[in-house]
């Protein structure tokens, strides 16, 4: 059984946060800390709030995502509603073959980027579904738990790159530091 250890919320909760909690099992490793990892959108969490996994298992694939910051720009996601342009990232990714969609996007993989979740991100945020896309000075958000009801939110362009990456930074920070007082490898 895990105890409790130390985490931080970086960010707003009513806009958008990322929050993270690492637990006190001493580690050999940085990066091997085993926690809990919540993305707060609009004053809603996004994700599995109760799992418990290494946490930069889904910190280094949010990372990933927000590297792509300036490569989500799309006519032809960005003049669908919230729901077609989900689905329609959504099949890029992981859908069959369907000659419609082939012909209205082209290459599938130019629509790769603007997938946030489920991505590589691990337990944390297994069936959930969102994409982010960028327009001139904002992003949309897009998201849903599968199968149920879609939302979208909208903050100014970079929020998301911004919150990810400082969060990813404080997570390495106390990790090396909580290894330090178990004298693991930081």
């Known amino acids: 059984m895990s105890e409790q250890g130390f985490g931080k919320r970086i960010g707003n909760r009513n806009k958008f946060a990322l929050e993270f909690e690492l637990h006190e099992n001493p580690r050999e490793i940085w990066n091997e800390w085993w926690g809990n990892l919540w993305l ?15 946490v930069f298992t889904g910190l280094d694939s949010l990372t990933e995502t927000a590297a792509e910051t300036g490569t989500r720009v799309s006519p032809i996601v960005s003049a669908r509603s919230a729901k077609e342009a989900l689905e329609m990232v ?29 991505r590589l991100t691990g337990p944390f945020f297994d069936d959930w579904e969102a994409i982010l896309v960028e327009e001139e000075t904002n992003e949309r958000f897009i998201y849903r738990e599968r199968k149920s ?18 969060s990813r930074r404080e997570c390495e920070m106390l990790a090396r530091s909580m290894l330090k007082k178990t004298g693991g490898i930081h």
Do not use: H, Q
């Open 90 to 118: 959504m099949w890029a990714r992981y859908g069959d073959p369907d000659p419609v969609l082939e012909k209205i996007v082209g290459a599938e993989e130019l629509l790769f980027s603007f997938e946030v979740l489920p």
């Open 149 to 166: 009801e879609i939302v979208e939110v909208s903050w100014p362009l970079g929020t998301f790159s911004t919150v990810v990456n400082e």
């Open 40 to 54: 707060w959108v609009d004053g809603r969490i996004v994700g599995r709030p109760s799992e418990y996994e290494m």
